[in-house]
């Protein structure tokens, strides 16, 4: 398995709902992080996971809250968004940290905020 | 300030014609620099991948060159073909050790049948 697996696809959400992105590899990554995309700009990172602890954040809003359940998994839980957080969220692996051999990337979750 | 810049936001090209994208960096010194396609709605893909202490990379149609005293790294695409039209984002480590990736602004490339 060479994949990142990111549900849902897509995410309609009202500013006072709780939701949460799944992300999913069986590659044996050590690694694990979430992009925000805005469209026709790069992706821009948010969280980095090293052997499940969190161990970069970008100084991103308390109401994203991520967690690494395991070295498979990764979540990212919303709360109270704001439209302005519309997005596509990536999430990706590398087999660590500093791995040269680039990211596997999911194909993202569209979020939108009401 | 630190930036990387891909220095067409949009290429149009020829069906069998080379493309030649650009990335520049200011104030940066990366260990290594990296190039991802990305298609509509979809995450990066990794192509290639090219350190420092090397000029040139190859796979199959695809050239990246790396030139550490002008900052600049020049991906090729040969015999391009319409399949080849996508965004192609250039990304790269710095030395600094926080190992993260920063992605360029990318370039929208078209290739005309």
């Known amino acids: 398995d060479t994949e990142v697996t990111q549900t849902p696809k897509h995410l309609v959400m009202g500013m006072t709902n709780k939701k949460s992105l799944k992300c999913e590899q069986h590659?044996?990554?050590?690694?694990m992080y979430w992009y925000k995309q805005k469209a026709k700009k790069p992706p821009e990172l948010m969280f980095v996971?090293?052997?499940?602890?969190?161990?970069i954040n970008e100084s991103v809003p308390s109401r994203f809250s991520p967690e690494c359940p395991n070295s498979s998994l990764l979540n990212l839980h919303l709360h109270a968004l704001q439209p302005e957080d519309s997005a596509l969220y990536l999430c990706?692996?590398?087999?660590?940290?500093?791995?040269?051999?680039?990211?596997?990337f999911g194909s993202g979750t569209r979020l939108t905020v009401v | 300030s630190q930036k990387i810049e891909q220095n067409s936001e949009a290429l149009n090209i020829q069906e069998g014609k080379t493309a030649t994208l650009t990335c520049n960096y200011t104030?940066?010194?990366?260990?290594?620099l990296q190039w991802y396609r990305q298609d509509p709605g979809r995450g990066p893909v990794f192509l290639l991948l090219?350190?420092?202490?090397?000029k040139e990379k190859r796979k199959e149609r695809l050239k990246v060159t790396f030139d550490t005293t002008l900052k600049q790294s020049l991906f090729h695409i040969t015999a391009s073909q319409p399949a080849d039209s996508a965004t192609y984002l250039c990304?790269?480590?710095?030395?600094?050790?926080?190992?993260?990736?920063?992605f360029g602004t990318g370039t929208r490339l078209k290739v005309l049948a």
């Open positions: 990706a692996s590398s087999q660590d940290r500093g791995s040269s051999h680039g990211y596997t």
């Open positions: 590659m044996g990554h050590r690694a």
């Open positions: 996971y090293s052997y499940e602890k969190l161990s």
């Open positions: 104030n940066y010194s990366p260990a290594y």
């Open positions: 090219i350190r420092e202490n090397e």
């Open positions: 990304a790269l480590v710095p030395t600094s050790g926080t190992y993260k990736y920063i």
